[in-house]
T-cell receptor, first 110, second 113 residues
Framework: DSGVTQTPKHLITATGQRVTLRCSPR?????VYWYQQSLDQGLQFLIQ???????AKGNILERFSAQQFPDLHSELNLSSLELGDSALYFC?????????FGPGTRLTVL | GENVEQHPSTLSVQEGDSAVIKCTYS??????FPWYKQELGKRPQLIID???NVGEKKDQRIAVTLNKTAKHFSLHITETQPEDSAVYFC????????????WGAGTKLIIKP
């Protein structure tokens, strides 16, 4: 157990819908990272927040947005969902260099 | 921007043999190079990392080597065991801490019994 929690574990929804994924970092970690991993693919970096502020942006679609709250938990919002958004979404947190990953949220868009 | 290339994409080795995975990075300012292991259906986990002021680091059966001049680093696993079967990701970062990692595409390591 890495100390990073993600909810929900599984999410099944329809095209065009909007969902919110939630991540709680390890106690004391200021950075939260979001990744998308499609089936048998690598880790696609989406976005990073550090102490409430956006720090780095990767290949995040305009339909996706994220935020980090004062208690440091983070949410990733995915809207106008398409079939291709089906993937495993990981968040990770870090205090220094090592990133600790949560168990992931598996999103299935039907 | 920064790019990390990882080879091979799939590696199959006999149990007990050694496995080597190589990564090349483009940004000479990169100074931190971790390796993560992702078992099937699990989350990625850090297995070893190296900083640019060190040329090699070992931890039991795994080692990482860094060649700053050539801008490449490698993961070496000796005496491979079935539990080494997984996807391995290399990454590079140029910050001291809390910086974005630039990830390689991953290597699927298969250990044949």
């Amino acid at each position: 157990d890495s100390g990073v929690t993600q909810t929900p574990k599984h999410l099944i929804t329809a095209t065009g819908q909007r969902v919110t994924l939630r991540c709680s970092p390890r106690s004391g970690d200021l950075s939260v990272y979001w990744y998308q991993q499609s089936l048998d693919q690598g880790l696609q970096f989406l976005i990073q927040y550090y102490n409430g502020e956006e720090r780095a942006k990767g290949n995040i679609l305009e339909r996706f947005s994220a935020q980090q709250f004062p208690d440091l938990h983070s949410e990733l919002n995915l809207s106008s969902l398409e079939l291709g958004d089906s993937a495993l979404y990981f968040c990770a947190s870090s205090l220094n260099n090592e990133q600790f990953f949560g168990p992931g949220t598996r999103l299935t868009v039907l | 921007g920064e790019n990390v290339e990882q080879h091979p994409s799939t590696l199959s080795v006999q149990e007990g043999d050694s496995a080597v995975i190589k990564c090349t990075y483009s940004d000479s300012a990169s100074n931190y190079f971790p390796w993560y292991k992702q078992e099937l259906g699990k989350r990625p986990q850090l297995i070893i990392d190296i900083r640019s002021n060190v040329g090699e680091k070992k931890d039991q059966r795994i080692a990482v080597t860094l060649n700053k001049t050539a801008k490449h680093f490698s993961l070496h696993i000796t005496e491979t065991q079935p539990e080494d079967s997984a996807v391995y990701f290399c990454a590079a970062s140029k910050g001291d801490s809390n910086y974005q990692l630039i990830w390689g595409a991953g290597t699927k390591l298969i250990i044949k019994p």
